[in-house]
């Protein structure tokens, strides 16, 4: 059992290996198989590309920009984008921003086929059912090296990654209520939330 999110100690940051708790992940004998698999192809490219990011562009660049780096830096130019109708207009501006910034863009929304929701067994709807499946599969056929994801709802983006071929980022996440920032429920969850949260149990 590993509860690295409740430990106060973070000696995996710091690389007190005195300070080790019991269960931490830095002392199990999977580490050192683990680091191996940095060796794989592809692991490396990545995992140098996204340490090279946060170096050189830590708290200076957006989100925006760090993606636009990490795809340079990874030699990925053919760009995947799977997004919710929700955010057309920001799929928009990130499709044009990628494109002048010398990228190739291929773009799948998230209501493609137009299958009705009647298909998985909802009834109460005449919207179609967002196909994240799709998405995948369609990006895939374009040879995508990397897919953005942009907005796409609690478990739609989980079937989109589970089916990518190509690596995947998130760009932004959907929160209708937040405003597409759910940290900010995390940020109130001892007050505003904290009823919401954490109901009082019978």
Do not use: W
Not at 28 to 44: Q, V
Not at 74 to 90: P, T
Not at 157 to 172: E, G, H, M, Q
């Amino acid at each position: 059992m590993f509860n690295c999110a409740l430990c106060s100690v973070h000696a995996c940051n710091s690389g007190d290996i005195d300070r080790f708790p019991r269960n931490c992940p830095c002392v199990n004998e999977k580490t050192e198989e683990i680091k191996e698999l940095y060796n794989e192809k592809g692991n490396l490219n990545i995992a140098r590309a996204s340490a090279l990011v946060v170096s050189e562009g830590y708290c200076q660049k957006t989100r925006l920009e760090e993606t636009m780096d990490f795809a340079n830096k990874c030699g990925f130019k053919n760009i995947g984008l799977a997004f919710c109708i929700g955010l057309a207009n920001e799929a928009k501006t990130l499709s044009k921003v990628f494109s002048y910034n010398g990228f190739n863009i291929n773009s799948v929304i998230c209501k493609n086929g137009s299958i009705p929701k009647e298909f998985i067994d909802i009834n109460e709807s005449t919207v179609p059912m967002c196909n994240p499946i799709g998405q995948a599969i369609f990006l895939n056929e374009t040879k995508t090296e990397l897919n953005i994801i942009l907005g796409l709802c609690v478990g739609h983006d989980s079937l989109f990654i589970k089916y990518s071929v190509a690596p995947v980022t998130v760009f932004a996440v959907k929160d209708r209520v937040l405003c597409h920032n759910p940290l900010a429920a995390i940020y109130q969850a001892d007050a505003y939330y904290k009823d919401k949260l954490f109901p009082k149990k019978k």
